[in-house]
């Protein structure tokens, strides 16, 4: 970490840690989840950074009540939202406006909705920007960096800006970035909005080169003058993932699926039940590899771990059930007494997770849209059987593994099935040089690069 | 209509007539509809013109059989397809893809979805290409220019021009066209397959200089040398408008109006029921409007003729069917005894749409997406009442008429009630002055202009 001596401030939604209440009412804090938070937290623990997130719970609010909060060696600034403000600006706008419109997840003949319940959602996102621009301007020390992080945070910058010249704003985008076509969907003022609250930072940066180029172009085609950009992709935490997949935990797991899966070639997918990642035409291709090539009849198990996300959203829920509905179609219509297709996790436990990474024969990967996927490069870095990845060409990895990796279309459901078949049928030796290749390129970069690419846009100039 | 003395070969799905079997058993020529057939028929009547287009029905193949078809002053070849490929080709791949496409319709999570019916489906829409190509092979004159009309016709070019380089072929697309976000949808090797079939053209034009730059734009993206393009809309024919507006059965339609419309202002829409005309916003604005200004309730109706489209696509069935539900709450919530605030009107009836167009008092055309949409300019050319237009700004006359309509953006809700307030509230001297204008700029081109630019984009160089 290099920010030239200047002190660094990291603001998110979610924070390093969160609070609860223990048995005997002490406030206890706990590390978060996320990529995000478990690339970041252990390059910055112990540096004084100060990091300003959202209070989530009433427990956070409790802790934030008795001052700001030294946690796992962090300065941990608390900003309290109204509740239905944070509902607004996070679920409303965030998740089932901004997420949707990054990822072209809409169906356009019926959503979005821009009507009265939006404008006042928007004013809750504008609040929600303006307290954490408060709480910068506040609590940032003199001549910081301060790394902004993801999109729900892009309306910030011009809140700051004015009161604090001294600061360095950097955002980074975790998502893709909608290019003129996919922003078109979003009317002025909202569109204006958003790309004059990203070009007043000093620097905008993405995962990939190609979400920076959609961005450019859409400050180009919309009229905004656009900012210094960078690209610059996260990667997993290596040694915090073998730290995980060494311990007991993942090691129970892993002699489980031995057990379970001895004898079957395993193709494992491990996601978010997340509109974006495309789960059903990832069933739809196993479907049609079973159809196709019968010799995997009995043979193969396709190991899902999916777990719930965003519940809140009445397209969640259909699509978890459509996913359920699907699976038990295709058990149904090519299980036996003794051998099921298809077998279906929706808890979410990172141990398990890991262990059945370390499982896989082929690691599918598909997702319509995805920032970065950081599931590509986890699964290499923790596999044991020279697993082969299918990787989707829509994701920022494809960027970094396309030499790797077998690519598909994320729509094309029959070159799905048919890279399935490919990885299925590779040769050990063939498995084993690509595995080589494919641990290389997706560890080869690390969270302190992506930390030092954000710093390096501000401070090398 | 001026080619240089080059002979003119029309090609398009839908020719300009088509065949009914009369009682006494004779097959009759029937004028065809559409914007493209009455755009352009008039023009071409009489001159001589070599018009190629499928057979659609029994009738259609009956007359093919009895050799070419001189009807209405053409020469008409029609093309026998396989009903099967014609299905597959037209529906499948036109209609429920590329249309898609095109308009950014798809609901990514979970279409389309490139499977073997897909493929099946994609080697009929190359046959149906191919058999195209070969009627123009076969009988176009020497030299010829051919007008390639729409894209269900994308892949004809490159199966043209080796075998006859006399030919110029120009391609004209009717809808929008997706740049690379949206093109993207579309895997390799369809995406390639389809711009390598509109690059082989001499050239390729667009409604709007928009379009064209996407086309130009996605060229680049996917690495296909973009062929010499050009913008050229179309409009509607005022003297066959004008017929229409001033025949009898239009006049019977009037009074009905005029006496159903005593003392209330008219919003009046006019459209296919089809996904990617927002009929359903167009009612959620009409009701926010309700909510806001109540003076309008009881004074105003909506008068919407919208009717049945693509009914084999279980997508519109589903999309009636929820407009149907709509109005039938909205007046429901507002109705009185004397008062219904929505009229909807199913049947397809020309001159009846063309006696409301001269009824309005304020026009709604609010595409999600459109090429051109004519009824833009029909409307004000027709109307009577110094009515207003309330249009989306993605549509194709926009690029015309945005110094002379209200703009909206299809998915603002909200904006779309403040732009029919608005227009419902502007003084008669205001709308006098702004229907003069609108008039002059619906009016400013004719289908000789855009029938002219065409030939000019071959016979110029």
Avoid at 80 to 100: C, E, K, S, T
Avoid at 324 to 339: D, K, M
Avoid at 395 to 423: I, K, M
């Amino acid at each position: 970490m290099d920010a030239q001596g200047r002190p660094l401030v990291i603001v998110s939604n979610r924070g390093p840690v969160s609070f609860r209440r223990a048995d005997d009412g002490a406030l206890v804090a706990r590390r978060g989840g996320g990529g995000l938070v478990s690339g970041l937290a252990p390059l910055v623990a112990d540096s004084g950074v100060v990091w300003i997130a959202s209070a989530l719970s009433e427990d956070d609010r409790a802790a934030a009540a008795e001052g700001s909060v030294q946690a796992e060696g962090f300065r941990l600034e608390f900003v309290l939202h109204d509740p239905d403000v944070l509902r607004m600006a996070y679920d409303v706008v965030g998740n089932a406006v901004l997420w949707f419109v990054h990822h072209g997840l809409f169906e356009l003949a019926r959503r979005p909705r821009f009507d009265r319940g939006f404008r006042e959602a928007w004013a809750a996102f504008v609040t929600y920007n303006r307290s954490f621009a408060d709480a910068v301007v506040a609590g940032a020390p003199a001549d910081a960096v301060v790394l902004v992080q993801d999109y729900h945070l892009s309306l910030m910058a011009p809140m700051v800006v004015d009161r604090r010249p001294d600061l360095s704003l950097v955002h980074f985008a975790h998502t893709p970035f909608g290019g003129p076509e996919l922003l078109n969907v979003l009317p002025d003022p909202y569109r204006r909005e958003l790309l004059e609250g990203l070009a007043a930072n000093a620097a905008c940066g993405f995962h990939t080169d190609r979400w920076r180029r959609r961005f450019v172009a859409s400050c180009e085609e919309f009229g905004v003058p656009a900012p210094p950009t960078f690209a610059s992709s996260l990667a997993p935490d290596p040694e915090d993932l073998a730290g995980v997949a060494d311990g007991p935990a993942a090691a129970e797991w892993r002699e489980r699926f031995a057990q379970r899966f001895a004898g079957l070639q395993v193709i494992v997918r491990v996601d978010r039940i997340e509109l974006s990642k495309n789960i059903l035409r990832g069933f739809w291709a196993y479907e049609e590899l079973l159809e196709r090539w019968p010799e995997y009849r009995g043979t193969v198990c396709f190991m899902a771990s999916v777990y719930p996300s965003r519940e809140g959203l009445a397209e969640y829920l259909a699509y978890r059930q459509e996913i359920e509905h699907l699976v038990e179609r295709i058990n149904q219509r090519f299980g036996t007494a003794t051998w099921t297709p298809i077998v279906l996790e929706t808890a979410d436990d990172f141990p398990r997770s890991v262990a059945l990474l370390g499982r896989y024969d082929v690691l599918l990967v598909n997702p319509v849209s995805d920032g970065m996927n950081l599931v590509a490069k986890e699964g290499p870095l923790v596999n044991r059987h020279d697993g082969v990845l299918v990787l989707s060409t829509e994701t920022g990895a494809w960027e970094e593994l396309r030499e790797v990796a077998l690519g598909v279309h994320p729509c094309d459901v029959s070159a799905t099935a048919e890279a399935l078949a490919e990885a299925l049928s590779l040769s050990a030796a063939e498995r084993r040089a690509r595995a080589d290749r494919l641990v290389a390129a997706a560890g080869a970069r690390t969270p302190r690069h992506w930390l030092h690419d954000q710093l390096a846009a501000v401070t090398s100039r």
